[in-house]
T-cell receptor
Framework: GAVVSQHPSWVICKSGTSVKIECRSL??????MFWYRQFPKQSLMLMAT?????????EQGVEKDKFLINHASLTLSTLTVTSAHPEDSSFYIC???????????FGSGTRLTVV | QKEVEQDPGPLSVPEGAIVSLNCTYS??????FMWYRQYSRKGPELLMY????GNKEDGRFTAQVDKSSKYISLFIRDSQPSDSATYLC?????????FGTGTRLQVFP
């Protein structure tokens, strides 16, 4: 089945620094990947849609200069949290779809803690 | 009104019970419906994927979609402690996946 790998699974960083999270589709090509944020006991909130070779589409209220998304290939998308603040601490999850008619496959998530 | 409504639970049942999880939605354009299982601090795992109205069965899991009522269900038969997790319904029409808030399920031995 479709597998999406996400790294790191857990990261702690200091306020003001940047953190990069990688999302890879291991056995399929994903022209579109998605980034979500999840707070404790809450649902997944879509942050942005990442299309290979083009700029990401951000949801309303998501700062594109703070959450930099790059989708350089059909198997890799990255999310960089720039100038991280403690309020950016959250669980970030990526997903990808193999194509029309397929379900979305999710990565295992990254728990970011900003201290 | 949220596009997708789901009772957050928690739902606690004994091992072997039949579990019923439900979601309602407001957007009649939704055509693809999914159920995901999410363990603590993990990404969601796709359980069931259905298109339009009808039933779909996979082992102990059955998904039902009633588009006329804008209502979807997931049934778990012979529930096991390993089924303890959060179950999220999700649906989409174009390219945006909309999730319910998730229902926490606990199956006790």
């Amino acid at each position: 089945g479709a597998v999406v790998s996400q790294h790191p699974s857990w990261v702690i960083c200091k306020s003001g620094t940047s953190v990069k999270i990688e999302c890879r589709s291991l056995d399929f090509q994903a022209t579109t990947m998605f980034w979500y944020r999840q707070f404790p006991k809450q649902s997944l909130m879509l942050m942005a849609t990442s299309n290979e070779g083009s700029k990401a589409t951000y949801e309303q209220g998501v700062e594109k200069d703070k959450f930099l998304i790059n989708h350089a290939s059909l198997t890799l998308s990255t999310l960089t949290v720039t100038s991280a603040h403690p309020e950016d601490s959250s669980f970030y999850i990526c997903s990808a779809r193999a194509g029309e008619g397929y379900g979305y496959t999710f990565g295992s998530g990254t728990r970011l803690t900003v201290v | 009104q949220k596009e997708v409504e789901q009772d957050p639970g928690p739902l606690s049942v004994p091992e072997g019970a039949i579990v019923s999880l439900n979601c309602t939605y407001s957007n009649s354009a939704f055509q693809y419906f999914m159920w995901y299982r999410q363990y603590s601090r993990k990404g969601p795992e796709l359980l069931m994927y259905t298109y339009s109205s009808g039933n779909k069965e996979d082992g102990r899991f059955t998904a039902q979609v009633d588009k006329s009522s804008k209502y979807i269900s997931l049934f778990i038969r012979d529930s096991q402690p390993s089924d303890s997790a959060t179950y999220l319904c999700a649906m989409y029409n174009t390219d945006k996946l909309i999730f319910g808030t998730g229902t926490r399920l606990q199956v006790f031995p």
